[in-house]
């Protein structure tokens, strides 16, 4: 386990079970007084990418992939698609200028719109608004057992301080030779240092600002 690994994992955590469990109902609150709201609004425009998908190319408008969740729990996150539909058997990794992306789809990523559906996994109470971003069950089996618990001790967000440094992976990955290679030995490992920081230090006012701080970088590109 990389030294910044270790010293993440050492970072203080909520000194007791009735403080960790005041934490948990405040922030499960927040999610929903702000998720709430933020569906009802966005509906037109969650029509609007729909009916566009839809006309762009054939298939659902709507992809779910399993993720790892809280305490280990399997869930099925939503997202727009942005593939055309295949077999299931190309890489899980992403990268730019990726051939199975539609038209529509490389503006739905650019954009992060095709991330808007998961606020419906927030009001199932399966993600939070911050937080880790949810795992492939094949990448999180890579996680020391130790991070792996320490992460899954909360629930997967849609964004984080990871999501934002991150941004750019796609562009990334694809300038690398060996694009799942880089993922695993560069990329993860920083992530982690991420998520754990953020679990160590999680409050509701970090995560008012890793919200503005999202849409800021989202209207920057």
């Known amino acids: 386990m990389p030294s910044s690994i270790r010293t993440a994992m050492h970072s203080p955590t909520p000194a007791t079970h009735a403080s960790f469990m005041t934490r948990d109902i405040a922030k499960r609150g927040f999610d929903l007084l702000l998720a709430t709201p933020a569906l009802l609004l966005a509906l037109p425009l969650l029509g609007v990418i729909a009916l566009v998908i839809r006309l762009d190319s054939r298939g659902p408008v709507f992809f779910r992939q399993t993720r790892v969740g809280r305490g280990g729990r399997l869930f099925r ?17 992403t990268a730019a200028h990726d051939a199975r ?41 890579l996680y020391a057992p ?13 964004t984080d301080r990871a999501a934002i440094a991150f941004r750019d992976e796609e562009r990334l990955l694809a300038a690398a030779p060996d694009p799942e290679r880089v993922y695993v030995e ?7 240092r991420y998520y754990l920081d953020y679990v160590a230090q999680r409050s509701l006012r ?3 600002r890793i919200l503005w701080d999202t849409a800021r970088a989202v209207l920057r590109r």
Do not use: C, N
Not at 83 to 93: C, I, S, T, Y
Not at 112 to 137: C, F, T, Y
């Open 186 to 192: 560069q990329i993860m490992p920083i992530k982690q």
């Open 146 to 158: 130790e991070v792996r618990a320490r992460i899954l001790s909360v629930r997967p967000g849609i």
């Open 206 to 208: 970090g995560d008012l």
């Open 101 to 141: 992306i539609t038209r529509v789809g490389r503006w739905l990523r650019r954009s992060k719109l095709d991330e808007l559906p998961q606020l419906i996994d927030v009001l199932a109470g399966h993600m939070s608004l911050v937080g880790p971003r949810p795992e492939v069950p094949r990448y999180m089996a």
């Open 77 to 93: 996150i939503h997202k727009f698609r942005t593939m055309h539909l295949h077999d299931g058997a190309g890489p899980q990794l």
